[in-house]
């Protein structure tokens, strides 16, 4: 009889949507009878490990840096006779796929792809990450068992990329916070009133684009003088996003929050939540605000977007880098009248319920897989 057991690999948890995710799919799995593990670099950054399963093992290789991890992995694989081993970082991909070359009876190894690839490569300011670990991720992605995408577009990416793994990748979505799922079907009986703002949620960096969100709210604010914009998260570009702001002469109406550890209540009572990213890997900002009743308003941006806003009910979704077109459907989302109920009914395909049963089939099938071939 098959083992159902399996290792998660990742840096670190402390606190990333990749690590969020990661914790996520370890309790889902524990809780359905799976011996898992959960394996970091790590015991430095843990904030996370409070919210995973108690039948979760943490454990640790007791490294600093992901290119120190070969042997230590090694020697852990071989120790613990590890069956399935399941990657959720770039970094850690081609060390997994190292350690297995040391191993009489290595693992079956499974990559989480986090990004878009071809938007990671051409936008990376890292040279490390851009010259080094990127081409090496592509190179062993080809040297995997399977690698397991968040989206079907993000997948159709990587194949633009690597051809070669038409038959060794799928896509799996993320699985919405289940905490987040409960409290917006509470929220369905109460009373919870909107107040009068649009949310962005993301770190201030180039990647999510929020000049557009502030361009376009600067446009929307004319005929609504008395909303305002509330940025939560924190990053390199603050003064340059406050200094547009005063530009546009709309700084009186935005409101730079600083990170958030709950943003739960701030989606709840928001208008709309308004995405402006130039690429995403699959953005949980909108499975959030969605479970919690507040519709969105996106770019159609690489990737996850258009997989996600399947339905008016859900929101808007926007020619990619149209400011104008984004202003304008801002505007038309203010004005429609969608019920929360509506709005939280569009996350249904991305309940933990839904998404762990697909990790299981692919557990139990990629091991038959190997024993039969």
């Known amino acids: 009889m098959q083992k159902k057991s399996v290792t998660l690999l990742i840096s670190s948890l402390g606190g990333g949507g990749a690590e969020r995710v990661c914790a996520t799919i370890a309790s889902a799995l524990a809780q359905r009878g799976w011996d898992v593990t959960l394996l970091t670099l790590n015991d430095h950054k843990m904030t996370l490990a409070a919210d995973i399963d108690e039948k979760v093992?943490?454990?640790n290789l007791g490294v600093d840096k992901a290119r120190s991890a070969v042997f230590p992995l090694v020697r852990y694989l071989k120790q613990f006779d590890v069956e399935r081993l399941v990657v959720f970082s770039y970094e850690l991909t081609p060390i997994a796929a190292i350690a297995r070359y040391f191993m009489h009876s290595p693992p079956v190894l499974i990559a989480r792809n986090i990004n878009s690839i071809t938007r990671k490569l051409a936008t990376e300011k890292s040279l490390w990450l851009k010259s080094v670990v990127l081409p090496l991720v592509g190179f062993f992605y080809a040297r995997v068992d399977l690698v397991i995408n968040q989206c079907e577009a993000m997948r159709a990416d990587l194949l633009t990329y690597k051809p070669s793994l038409e038959r060794n990748s799928t896509f799996i979505y993320n699985p919405v916070n289940e905490g987040i799922r409960q409290q917006g079907e509470a929220i369905l009986s109460s009373d919870v009133q909107r107040d009068n703002y649009i949310l962005c949620v993301g770190r201030l960096v180039e990647q999510k684009a929020l000049h557009h969100a502030i361009n376009a709210f600067a446009l929307v604010v004319k005929n609504h003088p008395s909303l305002r914009l509330k940025i939560i998260g924190?990053?390199?570009?603050e003064s340059e996003l406050k200094d547009l702001a005063t530009q546009l002469n709309v700084i009186a109406n935005v409101d730079f929050e600083?990170?958030?550890s709950n943003v739960s209540d701030y989606y709840t009572k928001a208008q709309l939540t308004?995405?402006?990213s130039a690429y995403e890997g699959f953005p949980n900002v909108l499975l959030e605000s969605l479970a919690l009743g507040t519709p969105v308003v996106s770019f159609d941006c690489q990737s996850g977007p258009r997989e996600i806003i399947s339905s008016s009910d859900a929101g808007e979704l926007?020619?990619?880098?149209?400011?104008e077109e984004l202003a304008a459907a801002i505007q038309k989302q203010l004005?429609?009248?969608v019920s929360r109920d509506r709005v939280y009914a569009t996350v249904?395909?991305?309940t933990i319920s839904n998404v762990v049963h697909q990790w299981e089939s692919v557990l139990h099938s990629i091991v038959n897989g190997r024993t039969n071939a």
Do not use: C, E, H
């Open 258 to 260: 600083g990170f958030k």
């Open 234 to 237: 924190t990053g390199p570009l």
């Open 57 to 59: 093992k943490l454990k």
């Open 335 to 337: 004005s429609k009248k």
């Open 274 to 276: 308004l995405l402006s």
């Open 348 to 350: 249904s395909p991305f």
């Open 318 to 323: 926007v020619t990619q880098g149209d400011v």
